[in-house]
């Protein structure tokens, strides 16, 4: 009677478990052919390749037959034991059809990759577990045990080094979590067994020291020193060494877990203190009590716009930063923005993640899932999070971490009672008194000023109520006009405040209004243009050359008229050459918008200016990319040039937030044609980027922006942008729902272009899904419509996810090569960089497993240049990294530590997933 359960083990002597009895298939060479097809369960393996493995390159006569044999006594074997199993002949080959959670190799190599992706989400405890789970599957010493062929000896080597990064890594969680003192009796053993690991004797030394032996830690680490002095004449690695240096000095960084066991970002975002801050000690005192509390503390500062909240907790939050070693966040939530939509809670805690170093494609797409991780990041942590203009409660809630060591400094003009009820301490913040405020000015103007006209300074202080902004404004234009009398300036401002009498309201933020007039009224005709029209901008921030075509003047006019208002205290410089405005001076200045009548005009050319350099950058970075038509530039829209792909990859960066403001700026002011042509000039970018979020949700704003109206050949770029960012998140469903309509709006319109584009992405969608066949169908079907078509470049890329599959699925790297041979060939004649650097990559990939050393250098080195000159760094970084591993097959160790070193320069820099792998690596290649 066939047993119910069933289960492959191949860590240690090959069995099957039967009902939990072992089981030992008859034959050498029968268990050799089991364990071949147990390599990659579920997928074909074909006859000559089997036949090859089996008798080493040199097969018998007869050895189809003999190998059918084989699989007849295989298949009697298993259907006495195994219901849901079965050895399928398919396509020229055989499959062994099993569950891959049933093969306890599959089983760990899954648990060990889910055991690092919690280990970067933060998640220590839970990546130890499942480290645990999978590194107590082995029943041996090496996998395979007693196989004697070439291609399962290459695995089981695999597999046993996975082992003993997957110890270290499970060992270093456990460090994380608290485990010490387990920890440290493991790894006694381990440095023992294994002497020349560095990364078992770092782990030992600190946690020994974390278990309060210091003395035994320093041991440990002269010990190492020895060994590798008398084994390999070396010292040990920088990261060894820094350990040692940091247990001498009894660092108390150690004794936090996460202090040294893994790279840290320690993020430092908080804006530049105000240069004259003055007054408020009562809140300041109220803010440094709170560090007193064994809860995480959470200050409310609230009151009215200009009053001064931002100043006070950014003041605050650098004199106390020392006291939050794992850094400080800044975020402003625009809640009471003049202009666009206050931050989502979404966009805000993956701001916050990649602070934190995390990478935008590692990111998961639900919001609840988004904030576990961005908890668990911050959980073991002492950092002083800043959370800025406020909208309400709801918005602040998912963005307070959990840790006892983290602080938080939210600013309002709501007082956030939600967040009071529950534990936060409000600090209210109220006009300066005249003291403060004299005060202020003297420090801004100097007591000699002050003290010839008192009372004109009383007056002037008077007359801006108090408020920072408003005597911050005031006095930038007296200090601008050393020579202005203090009392023409108190009587200019006061004709001001009469001319706005009848704006007067009982909200002192309203009687600011007044110092912006008189300071606006001061300036030049051209600089108070080109403050009305800055206030039609979608924000957050603008570039000189922005503001130029905004205003429809030239870049040198365009920098005087910025630099005039950012004397006048109504713009500040976010770092060299990008402008933005308090949300206060951004209200007034979009109210003298809508009187403007070039403001329409404004709007147009400032979208202009974002959609004509975002659409040149794009076709620098993808030159292959559908082209779109753009209406005629309205006179004085000026894009900005871009020198190459990588100059257009750093604009994208810069601009990134802009652009998303300016895709939802162009949809709430009905201009649909810029709200998609944005959206899809800024697409390549966002993805090659990993702002999966970003881009669905500047599609979902199209999408919504869609309807009857729109032209059906735009609906089907927006169907299949939006399903490529979904599928981006894993929405599958969703995905292929929209490729479903955009391929029957293809057919109807008679596309075949735009059909194989919908092919060649529903390939990807069930790449992604692991679905290889249905895969492999529709790059093949995009292929054959791409080549109706004309189309070179995308004839490119269909080819090489063909070669791509061949070599990595199939395993038939003659075909691949033929395929991705004729795919660069496609690539070149389109001129398409990335491209050419992703087909070089894959032909150095096929290369090498050819046994062709030299070429697949070749191939890589074009790779990583091509990569750099499409600004393509994870392509770079890739590529480097395969480079590393034909360096090491033609034993050139120094090579593949450099090509190594240098993608993990890259990937550390762009806070990719990759880097930790890359890092193990290194540290191998070290020992």
Not at 826 to 839: K, P
Not at 895 to 912: C, F, G, Q, S, V
Request: aromatic fraction near 6%; hydrophobic fraction near 45%.
């Amino acid at each position: 009677m066939a047993a119910d359960t069933v289960k492959f083990r191949a860590l240690g002597p090959l069995e099957l478990a039967v009902d939990g009895r072992a089981v030992t298939p008859r034959g050498a060479k029968p268990r050799a052919l089991l364990a071949l097809l147990l390599l990659d369960v579920n997928r074909v393996c074909e006859r000559d390749l089997l036949i090859d493995r089996l008798w080493a390159g040199r097969p018998p006569e007869g050895a189809r037959a003999t190998l059918r044999a084989y699989v007849y006594q295989l298949r009697k074997e298993l259907g006495r034991f195994a219901n849901g199993v079965a050895l399928a002949a398919r396509g020229g080959g055989y499959a062994l059809e099993v569950a891959a959670e049933e093969v306890d190799a599959h089983r760990f190599e899954a648990l060990a990759a889910e055991g690092r992706r919690r280990l970067r989400g933060g998640g220590s405890e839970t990546a130890a577990a499942a480290f645990r789970e999978g590194l107590d599957l082995w029943r041996g010493a090496a996998a395979y045990t007693g196989i004697d062929v070439t291609a399962v000896r290459d695995k089981a080597r695999l597999l046993d080094e996975l082992r003993m990064e997957a110890t270290e890594e499970c060992l270093g969680a456990e460090l994380e979590s608290g485990s010490a003192p387990v920890a440290v009796s493991e790894l006694e053993h381990l440095t023992a067994a294994h002497p020349l690991r560095e990364g078992m004797w770092r782990l030992l030394m600190l946690g020994l020291y974390r278990s309060g032996r210091q003395g035994e830690a320093l041991e440990a680490y002269r010990r190492l020193h020895r060994l590798l002095d008398e084994e390999l004449g070396v010292r040990p690695s920088p990261q060894v060494e820094r350990l040692h240096r940091q247990i001498l000095d009894a660092d108390p960084d150690l004794q936090r877990p996460g202090g040294s066991a893994r790279v840290r970002t320690v993020p430092r975002q908080l804006p530049a203190p105000p240069a004259h801050f003055t007054g408020r000690e009562a809140q300041l005192s109220e803010m440094d009590e709170l560090l007193a509390s064994p809860d995480a503390p959470v200050a409310v500062v609230c009151g009215t716009a200009g009053v001064g909240k931002t100043a006070l907790a950014v003041h605050w939050a650098h004199r106390a930063s020392d006291r939050f070693p794992d850094g400080q966040l800044y975020v402003n939530l625009r809640g009471f923005d003049p202009v666009g939509q206050p931050m989502a809670p979404g966009e805000a805690v993956r701001g916050l993640l990649s602070a934190l170093g995390t990478a935008p494609e590692a990111v998961p797409g639900e919001l609840d899932a988004q904030i576990g991780l961005y908890r668990s990041a911050l959980a073991d942590k002492r950092v002083l999070l800043v959370l800025d203009n406020a909208r309400d409660a709801a918005q602040v809630r998912p963005l307070l971490p959990g840790g006892r060591g983290t602080a938080a400094v939210v600013t309002s003009r709501d007082r956030l009672s939600g967040l009071v009820a529950h534990g936060a301490q409000p600090i209210g913040l109220r006009q300066l008194g005249p003291a403060e405020a004299g005060l202020f000015l003297e420090r801004r103007l100097r007591k000699r000023r002050i003290a010839a006209e008192p009372e004109a300074a009383a007056q002037i202080a008077a007359d801006c109520a108090g408020l920072p902004l408003a005597l911050a404004v005031v006095t930038a234009r007296a200090a601008g006009n050393p020579h202005f009398a203090l009392a023409a300036l108190a009587r200019e401002l006061r004709e001001a405040a009469r001319r706005l009498d009848a704006l007067a309201d009982p909200d002192p933020a309203a009687d600011v209004r007044a110092v912006f007039s008189w300071s606006y009224r001061a300036l030049s005709p051209g600089a108070a243009k080109m403050f009305r029209l800055l206030g039609t901008h979608p924000g957050p921030d603008f570039t000189a050359a922005a503001a130029a075509s905004l205003a429809g003047a030239g870049a040198p006019p365009a920098r005087r008229l910025l630099a005039e208002l950012e004397r006048a205290s109504l713009l500040y410089e976010t770092s060299p050459g990008r402008f933005a405005f308090h949300d206060l001076v951004h209200a007034y200045a979009a109210d003298l918008a809508a009187t403007d009548a070039d403001r329409e005009d404004a709007v147009l050319r400032t979208l202009d200016h974002y959609l004509r350099t975002a659409y040149a950058g794009m076709r620098l970075i993808q030159p292959i990319q559908d082209a779109i038509t753009l209406a005629p530039a309205p006179p004085g829209a000026v894009p900005e040039p871009l020198a190459d792909g990588r100059a257009a990859m750093a604009w994208f960066g810069a601009e990134r937030a802009v652009l998303l403001a300016a895709v939802e700026h162009a949809a709430a002011l009905g201009l649909d044609e810029h709200c998609w042509q944005l959206a899809w000039a800024a697409s390549e970018f966002l993805h090659r980027a990993g702002h999966w979020h970003d881009l669905a949700r500047s599609w979902e704003t199209v999408s919504a922006r869609s309807g009857p109206h729109t032209e059906s050949g735009v609906l089907v770029r927006v169907e299949r942008r939006l399903a490529f960012a979904y599928s981006l998140l894993d929405r599958f469903d969703e995905a292929h729902g929209l490729l479903d309509r955009a391929l029957e709006r293809c057919r109807d319109l008679g596309l075949s272009e735009g059909e194989g584009h919908v092919h060649q992405l529903r390939g990807y969608v069930w790449r992604r899904q692991g679905e290889f066949d249905a895969a492999i169908a529709c790059n093949r079907r995009a292929l054959e419509l791409y080549r109706t078509a004309g189309h070179q470049g995308c004839q490119a890329i269909a080819l090489n996810s063909i070669g791509w599959h061949r070599a990595t699925v199939d395993g038939e790297y003659r075909e691949a090569l033929a395929d991705c041979k004729a795919a660069l060939g496609f690539a070149e004649a389109a001129d398409d960089r990335a491209g050419q650097a992703a087909i070089q990559d894959s032909l150095g990939y096929i290369r090498h497993h050819l046994g062709q050393y030299d070429r697949a250098v070749d191939h890589y080195l074009r790779s990583v240049a091509l990569s750099r000159d499409a600004g393509a760094r994870s392509g770079e970084a890739a590529a480097l990294a395969n480079l590393a591993e034909t360096h090491l097959a033609l034993n050139a160790p120094d090579h593949a530590l450099d090509a190594w070193t240098r993608a993990l320069e890259i990937l550390e820099d762009i806070a990719h997933p990759d880097a930790d792998r890359i890092r193990a690596r290194l540290a191998e290649l070290r020992e």
